[in-house]
């Protein structure tokens, strides 16, 4: 017998012993209208509690039909066991936050379409001073732009300068965007069919007309973004989360602190799960486990960002002590809504709902120096 039945037990003893007492007590001083209503009461709460109880029974066995339908574990924990399995990730990202404390970023945000031609925006004619040579694929073909930030526009930041406009450019070739954005997973820093450009200083006599012969993204059947919208930019904080190649020894240490333990090839999710009896960890869900903390996440819409830390589909490609150290950009698929055939509209995805990231190493920054960026696409 589990712990809520015993306690239902109890509590109907503890019911039983207090209507007896009543009933002799009030048979010994002849208060025979006390006792015929304390047992209608009796009756009448037990009925209401009764009827609650059946009702919520017939809920949840409804619930566990359906999840048993949709392939779905049907087991679910007791909440002091889900309070218990919090508790302890709380604490564990905590002192992971203790080691390697969170970083400052910039959280980028769509503000609806944008038309300016020195907006910071997704999408649309891309700023360019003619007087440069267009940036062009391994084809020779001119490529599309998928971002540029006016940097006036944006917080200022230690690590990023206070003017001038970034841009990232991908291949126009269809067949390039199909086959992974530009991306080079042999070499990762090659920018045959990716560009990453920064003007200095802006040509303010520039007009869109003189650049609409360009490609523009949200006319590419491959291309991932669907549409011209201005982008905004707001200071935020990231914190390491189970993505990134540093967080195994981080986790690993604070479970030892912690709790004394060995976390060894376990996901957090799976450690905290331990306090489960052994026969049902494996059915319950990791965001019963460990909440929806980010830094147990993957990536999300809200990991649209430049520096801090970034987030991976699958892993980090990059090597620990890496010379790519620092998170220029970060892409992830946005979705705007859903149509009323139940069809989801993205303004922004990168194959099976991924994302992409561009690194470069913090002296690079320093110096403007864009020629060497970590190209990295990923997707589910």
């Known amino acids: 017998m ?4 015993w306690t239902d037990l109890i509590r109907n003893l503890i019911w039983a012993v207090l209507l007896v007492a009543a009933l002799i007590l009030g048979i010994a001083y002849g208060h025979w209208f006390s006792i015929i209503f304390l047992a209608a009461s009796f009756a009448v709460l037990k009925g209401i509690i009764l009827i609650a109880q059946l009702r919520l029974q017939k809920a949840h066995n409804t619930l566990k039909q359906k ?18 399995m919090r508790e302890r990730s709380e604490a564990i990202e905590k002192e992971i936050n203790r080691r390697c404390s969170p970083q400052s970023c910039l959280r980028l945000m769509l503000l609806g379409r944008s038309q300016g031609l020195f ?54 070739d269809e067949e390039i965007l199909e086959g992974g954005y530009g991306a080079d997973y042999e070499n990762p820093t090659n920018q045959s069919n990716f560009r990453v450009v920064f003007h200095s200083q802006l040509n303010r006599y520039a007009t869109p007309e ?15 973004i669907d549409g011209e919208f201005h982008i905004a930019a707001y200071r935020g904080e990231s914190c390491i989360n189970q993505t ?3 967080f195994d020894a981080l986790a690993a240490q604070a479970v030892k602190n912690l709790y004394g333990e060995e ?36 990536v999300t819409e809200d990991h649209f960002q430049m520096l801090g830390f970034p ?18 950009l970060q892409i992830p698929t946005i979705e705007t809504g859903s149509t009323h055939e139940g069809n989801h509209n993205f303004s922004i995805i990168w194959g099976d709902c991924g994302s992409v990231r561009l690194f470069i190493n913090s002296e690079a920054l320093r110096r403007l120096d864009f020629s060497n960026v970590y190209y990295d696409f990923q997707c589910y």
Do not use: H
């Open 210 to 224: 003189q650049l609409a012969q360009y490609p523009r993204c949200e006319t590419l059947k491959y291309a991932p």
């Open 263 to 298: 976390l060894g090839q376990r996901e957090v999710a799976d450690y905290v799960k331990g306090l489960l009896p052994k026969e049902i960890r494996d059915k319950v869900d990791d965001s019963l486990a460990v909440g929806f903390s980010a830094m147990f996440q993957g």
């Open 119 to 172: 907006d910071s925006k997704l999408g649309g004619i891309p700023y360019w001073d003619s007087s440069q040579p267009y940036p062009t694929d391994a084809k020779g073909k001119p490529m599309a732009m998928v971002l540029q930030l006016n940097m006036e526009q944006l917080p200022s930041t230690a690590l990023l300068p206070p003017t001038g406009m970034l841009q990232f450019f991908i291949s126009a």
């Open 2 to 5: 589990d712990t809520e039945k």
């Open 67 to 84: 999840l048993a339908q949709q392939g779905c574990s049907t087991y679910i924990p007791k909440p002091k066991l889900i309070e218990a």
């Open 244 to 246: 990134v190649n540093r």
């Open 311 to 328: 987030a991976f589909e699958q892993f980090d490609p990059r090597e620990v002590g890496s010379p790519y150290n620092t998170l220029l």
